[in-house]
């Protein structure tokens, strides 16, 4: 898998968020998206994802050569963002469940193990609404980690997590991303160490 950016650009109104972006992603390989707050991280997260449409340029997803078409992005990709909200009437094994029959796990997991290694077994069956913040943002983090694709997006991944979260995350990170294509956008090193390459999107204003 390799994402393309060719003379990309996003404005929003009148402003610019960023301009003259040509990058290559490649797969088995880590790269973080950094910069000041506001400078437009998750903005090339969302080009990227194919969830909101860039201004100029091209942004070219490929599969083996084929390009696939912005609204199929989303079948490639997980994806981990503070402003995709989890379906709060669901419990989490429902959710779970629910997810799967859309989007595959990893082969070694199921619904229930991915709640073992959340530690989250005495809350499999609370609704999503009365997870605390930093729990919430554990099922986001295995929901696009630990699901079958190649491509995986995360937006300041540690958000709301303490210690032992961020142990877990740097984790399923080891364990499950060495030949998956990860984008980490984020301004906390914490969440970004691993990667191997750098954008700042400051340089494309
Ligand atoms: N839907 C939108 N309409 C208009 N402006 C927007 C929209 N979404 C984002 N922006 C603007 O685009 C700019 C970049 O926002 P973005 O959220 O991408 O920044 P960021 O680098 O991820 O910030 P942070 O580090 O604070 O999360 C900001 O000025 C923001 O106000």
């Not at 859309?102 to 082969?107: G, V």
């Not at 099922?139 to 709301?160: G, R």
């Not at 740097?170 to 969440?191: K, Q």
Request: aromatic content about 10%.
């Amino acid at each position: 898998m390799k994402i393309l950016l060719s003379d990309a650009g996003k404005r929003y109104n009148r402003e610019w968020i960023f301009r003259g972006l040509t990058y290559e992603f490649t797969d088995a390989d880590a790269y973080a998206i950094t910069g000041n707050n506001g400078s437009g991280k998750s903005t090339l997260l969302q080009v990227i994802a194919g969830a909101v449409q860039h201004s100029e340029g091209k942004v070219d997803f490929m599969n083996a050569d084929k390009n696939i078409a912005a609204e199929h992005h989303h079948q490639h990709i997980g994806i981990a963002a503070p402003y995709l909200e989890l379906p709060e009437e669901m419990t989490l094994i429902e959710f779970l469940e629910f997810h799967q029959s859309f989007k595959s796990f990893l082969s070694s997991f199921t619904p229930k193990s991915i709640i073992q290694l959340l530690g989250l077994e005495k809350a499999s069956n609370k609704q999503l609404r009365n997870f605390s913040s930093g729990m919430k943002q554990r099922v986001k983090l295995a929901q696009a980690i630990l699901s079958y694709v190649p491509v995986v997006l995360l937006d300041e991944p540690c958000t709301n997590l303490d210690a032992d979260g961020i142990s877990l995350y740097h984790r399923l990170i080891n364990d499950h991303c060495a030949n998956r294509l990860v984008i980490v956008s984020s301004n906390d090193e914490v969440e970004y160490k691993f990667c191997n390459h750098k954008l700042n999107i400051m340089d494309y204003k």
